[in-house]
C-alpha cells in the first residue's frame, strides 16, 4: 500500500501566486481531510469530504483557499492569492470512515510564500 | 473553551522515568478515541486506540474516563525514541467529526 500521497514536498512561492497541492488518499478510503500546520497554531483542520462531498469547511480561513475532491482518488487544495501568513505544512490524511476510524497521513507539503 | 484540550507541555523527563498525559474533550456523545504520535518535521502517526475498558500495548497505557470526559496516556520506562508531541483525537459520529487536539510535547533526556 502506498499510502497518502501528497504533491509538491516542497513549494516556493511569492506572494501573489496562485499554489495548487494535491492529495491522493489510500484506495478504498472514502473520509478525506486536509490540515495545515504552524509552530503557532499547532495543526488546524481546514475541510473534510465525506463520499467526495465537502462535508464541513468551517475551518478554511478565507475565500482565498478552496479545496476539490472531483473523484474518490484525488483532492487539490487551492490558495489563490497566497499570502506569507499561509507558509505552513499542509497535510492529506484519509480513513476509512469519517469519525471512527484512524486517520493515515501523507508526509505533508510545506509551503514557503515570500 | 476548545473541544478537545491537552496540556501543551513541554515535558522534559530523564530516560526511564514514567509519565502520563491528560486529555478532555466536551462532546459527551464522543465514542472514538486515539493516540497519535508526531515526530519533529513528521506526519502524525496513530499510536493506540483508546477503548472503554482501558487498553495497554507494550510500556503504553491508554485509559478513557467517560464520567469526567477524559482520555489518558501513560508511558513507562520512557526511551529516548519517545520524544515526540503526542497528540490526542476524539471522533464522534453523531456530529460527523473527528477532533486533534494541540498537542503535548515529550522530551526524554539521558
Known amino acids: 500500500d502506498a499510502g497518502v500521497i501528497q504533491s509538491p514536498r516542497h513549494e516556493v512561492t511569492e506572494m501573489g501566486q496562485e499554489v495548487t497541492l494535491r492529495c491522493k488518499p489510500i484506495?478504498?478510503?472514502?473520509?478525506l481531510f486536509w490540515y495545515r500546520q504552524t509552530m503557532m497554531r499547532g495543526l488546524e483542520l481546514l475541510i473534510y469530504f465525506n463520499n467526495n462531498v465537502p462535508i464541513d469547511d468551517s475551518g478554511m480561513p478565507e475565500d482565498r483557499f478552496s479545496a476539490k475532491m472531483p473523484n474518490a482518488s484525488f483532492s487539490t487544495l487551492k490558495i489563490q492569492p497566497s499570502e506569507p501568513r499561509d507558509s505552513a505544512v499542509y497535510f492529506c490524511a484519509s480513513s476509512s470512515d469519517l469519525a471512527t476510524d484512524t486517520q493515515y497521513f501523507g508526509p505533508g507539503t510545506r509551503l514557503t510564500v515570500l | 473553551r476548545k473541544e478537545v484540550e491537552q496540556d501543551p507541555g513541554p515535558f522534559n523527563v530523564p530516560e526511564g522515568a514514567t509519565v502520563a498525559f491528560n486529555c478532555t474533550y466536551s462532546n459527551s456523545a464522543s465514542q472514538s478515541f486515539f493516540w497519535y504520535r508526531q515526530d519533529c518535521r513528521k506526519e502524525p502517526k496513530l499510536l493506540m486506540s483508546v477503548y472503554s475498558s482501558g487498553n495497554e500495548d507494550g510500556r503504553f497505557t491508554a485509559q478513557l474516563n467517560r464520567a469526567s470526559q477524559y482520555i489518558s496516556l501513560l508511558i513507562r520506562d520512557s526511551k529516548l525514541s519517545d520524544s515526540a508531541t503526542y497528540l490526542c483525537v476524539v471522533g464522534s459520529s453523531s456530529a460527523s467529526k473527528i477532533i486533534f487536539g494541540s498537542g503535548t510535547r515529550l522530551s526524554i533526556r539521558p
Open positions: 484506495s478504498g478510503h472514502n473520509s
